[in-house]
Nanobody, 117 residues
């Protein structure tokens, strides 16, 4: 069964850190590439935060460069997002995203990240 399971959201003060995790089920059956994170703030469109390919290529949104780090454990089909120096404008629901070869794009259920000023 294709499923993305997220964890790690929460409430943090500005300047703090959080780490998100997303495990992709059925990864031993399908090739999953890339994996990444998107976010959606209230009243705004969903936007790319960061994405990582199996080969190591990474892309970040300009707004998070130097503060967020995406990484991937290919053996576990898990992607992580380490978020440092968080700002109130980072408040959003964060969604894991993964492309399953032969099946298409899948999304996690979303995890709330709230940064207080």
């Amino acid at each position: 069964q294709v499923q993305l399971v997220e964890s790690g959201g929460g409430l943090v003060q500005a300047g703090g850190s959080l780490r998100l995790s997303c495990a992709a089920a059925s990864g031993s059956i399908f090739t999953i590439d890339p994996m990444g994170w998107y976010r959606q703030a209230p009243g705004k469109q969903r936007e790319l935060v960061a994405t990582v390919f199996k080969g190591g290529s990474i892309k970040y949104a300009d707004s998070v460069k130097g503060r967020f780090t995406i990484s991937r454990d290919n053996a576990k089909n898990t992607v992580y997002l380490q978020m440092n120096s968080l700002k109130p404008e980072d408040t959003a629901v964060y969604y894991c995203n993964a492309y399953y070869y032969g099946l298409g794009t899948y999304w996690g259920q979303g995890t709330q990240v709230t940064v207080s000023s």
